[in-house]
């Protein structure tokens, strides 16, 4: 199992805390250190993840539960309409995210923002955010919006503009929530719905107009 690198901040602590109380002899509350540092280690955990479907094919950007299917126009995103599939990362969800396409960056925009619970409908405009957009070799743009929630601390993404991306490989994390919102073009058709659950790098999201072989 690997691990986000941003987990050593939070971590360390508990591992140094639980040295010390072991040094002090107080062995159960150098236990309960140590416990708590691996349960908090457990939000960073990145498991290794692999698709090997068809190229065109849209996966998943983060693990979850899938909250609401929508159509939205998203400016930000580009023109015209989305198709806006948004997950709920619970506590016990991995927290990392994945790039759901291949392509080129072409908007990778963090605004800081509140931190309202994720379930409410708004926090996409509210809460801290950060917006990666990917135009895929045919044209097509996809969007990524990683948020904030309630319990979320940060967000991160490793990726800039004008870099050049396979799907699936690592985009970032939310550390410790919360919400992502994935959109693809009005064409594309969505392959799943509110209630289900998804992993990211592995769940099969969305095809472009034709299906994934047309």
Known sequence: M???RESLPFVLPFLLLAGALALLRRPGWAAAALVAGLLVLLFFRDPARRFGGPHETVIAAADGLVTLVDRVEDPEVGPG?????????????????RTPVGGEVVVSRYAAGRK?????????????RHLTVIRRPDG?????????????RRVVCYLKEGERVERGQPMGLIKFGSR??????????????????????E????????????
């Open 203 to 214: 769940t099969t999201m969305a095809e472009p107009p034709g299906g994934a072989g047309g």
């Open 116 to 128: 309202v619970a994720a379930f409410k409908r708004d926090v996409d405009r509210i809460n801290e």
């Open 180 to 201: 992502v919102d994935l959109l693809v073009p009005e064409g594309y058709r969505v392959l799943l719905a509110k209630g289900d659950r998804v992993r990211n790098g």
């Open 81 to 97: 309409t989305y198709h806006r599939v948004v997950t709920f990362l619970s506590v016990f969800d991995v927290h990392t995210q």
């Open 2 to 4: 690997r691990f986000a």
């Open 140 to 152: 097509d743009l996809v969007g990524v919006r990683q948020i904030a929630g309630l319990l979320a």
